[in-house]
């Protein structure tokens, strides 16, 4: 079974600018989630897709970040303008959606594009 | 608010060590707990997920507890190995959320001397 994928692996940007970041997730897993992991810290939820629909974005800086997962499977995130703490490693998971709400599946994390902003 | 705290933050052992990562979180109400595993420059992998109605899971040399009402879930490695080394986080998904969402903690730094 293949994992997920992410592209580019490292991106190198000047403040300012603009960049963007792809995702394809597991055949059949319905839920995405984009994650922001600064160095030293654990993960952070930026967003949440469930098929096509976004279930959470409530973390998400929405003044220069956006996201879409048109059709429920690839999605992209993009960062316009870029400012310098954005510099951190953006990871994509995927997930099964459970029958019940207390019942969760494992998250398949990719590995990561590794974000530089100078 | 949710928060979830990992001790230690590093930790540095020789080889067939047995050893406890812990994890403890503020809110009791949660509907699950995953172990993940996180290789230097790369994305992380799940190691073990516990359900709330579950106290512990098992996989090869990893087991994980799960104390709900005390907040609190462990990581044993068993006869630890260089191959051990990297940084484990845990995450909990909270009750309530209406969403898959997960908190994470910081991770815990784990390096496996030969």
């Known amino acids: 079974e293949a994992g997920v994928a992410q592209s580019p692996r490292y991106k190198i940007i000047e403040k300012r600018q603009s960049v963007a970041f792809w995702c394809n997730p597991i055949?059949?897993?319905?839920?995405l989630y984009w994650y922001q992991q600064i160095l030293g810290q654990g993960p952070k939820l930026l967003i949440q897709?469930?098929?096509?629909?976004?279930?959470?974005d409530s973390q998400l800086p929405k003044d220069r970040f956006s996201a879409e997962r048109l059709k429920g499977v690839d999605s992209t995130l993009k960062i316009q303008p870029a400012k310098l703490e954005d510099s951190a490693v953006y990871l994509c998971?995927?997930?099964?959606?459970?029958?019940?709400?207390?019942?969760?599946?494992?998250?398949?994390f990719g590995p990561g594009t590794r974000l530089t902003v100078t | 608010k949710q928060e979830v705290t990992q001790i230690p933050a590093a930790l540095s052992v020789p080889e067939g060590e047995n050893l406890v990562l812990n994890c403890s979180f503020t809110?009791?109400?949660?509907?699950?707990l995953q172990w993940f595993r996180q290789d230097p420059g790369k994305g992380l992998t799940s190691l073990l997920l516990?359900?709330?109605?579950?106290r512990e899971q098992t996989s090869g040399r990893l087991n994980a507890s799960l104390d709900k009402s005390s907040g609190r879930s462990t990581l044993y490695i068993a006869a630890s190995q260089p191959g051990d080394s990297a940084t484990y986080l845990c995450?909990?998904?909270?009750?309530?959320?209406?969403?898959?969402?997960?908190?994470f903690g910081t991770g815990t730094r784990l390096k496996v001397l030969a």
């Open positions: 998971a995927s997930s099964l959606v459970g029958v019940g709400w207390e019942t969760s599946y494992e998250q398949y």
């Open positions: 516990i359900q709330s109605s579950q």
């Open positions: 809110d009791s109400a949660i509907y699950n």
């Open positions: 897709f469930q098929n096509n629909g976004v279930v959470d």
């Open positions: 995450a909990v998904r909270p009750e309530g959320s209406g969403t898959y969402k997960y908190i």
């Open positions: 055949s059949g897993h319905a839920t």
